[in-house]
C-alpha cells in the first residue's frame, strides 16, 4: 500500500507562484510513474503532469512554460513548481502514483486527497 498526502496549496494572486508537494508513504520503492490532477468546480478530472520513473516529462498544453513537475525518490516525493498563475488554475490539485512490475493483491494505482489552489484575480 502507498499513502499520498498533498501539501502547498493556498491563495495566490494572477501572476505569482506556488510549489504543491506529494509525499508518499509505504512501499514507496514501488513506484513509477507520478502525476498530478486538478478538478475545479463543475469540471472534469484533467491530467496537469507527468514524471516516469527515469526522470521523462510531460504536461498539459494550459500549463508548459509555466509549471514544472519534478521528484526527489530518496525523500519520495514529487513537487509541482507553478509560476504565473492565471485564474483557470484554480483547482483541487490530486497526486497520483502508479506502481512498477506485479501488483496482484494490492492496488496498481494511488490517489491522495487533494490540495486546494485559489488564484485570485
Known amino acids: 500500500q502507498v499513502q499520498l498526502v498533498e501539501s502547498g496549496g493556498g491563495l495566490v494572486h494572477v501572476g505569482g507562484s506556488l510549489r504543491l508537494s506529494c509525499a508518499a508513504s509505504?512501499?514507496?520503492?514501488?513506484?513509477?510513474?507520478m502525476r498530478w490532477y486538478r478538478q475545479a468546480p463543475g469540471k472534469q478530472r484533467e491530467l496537469v503532469a507527468t514524471?516516469?520513473?527515469?526522470?521523462?516529462?510531460t504536461y498539459a498544453d494550459s500549463v508548459k512554460g509555466r509549471f514544472t513537475i519534478s521528484r526527489d525518490n530518496a525523500k519520495a516525493t514529487m513537487y509541482l513548481q507553478m509560476h504565473t498563475v492565471k485564474p483557470e488554475d484554480t483547482a483541487i490539485y490530486y497526486c497520483f502514483v502508479g506502481l512498477l512490475g506485479l501488483t496482484i493483491g494490492r492496488p496498481s494505482t494511488y490517489w491522495g486527497q487533494g490540495t486546494q489552489v485559489t488564484v485570485s484575480a
Open positions: 514524471i516516469t520513473s527515469d526522470g521523462t516529462t
Open positions: 509505504g512501499n514507496t520503492f514501488s513506484i513509477g510513474t
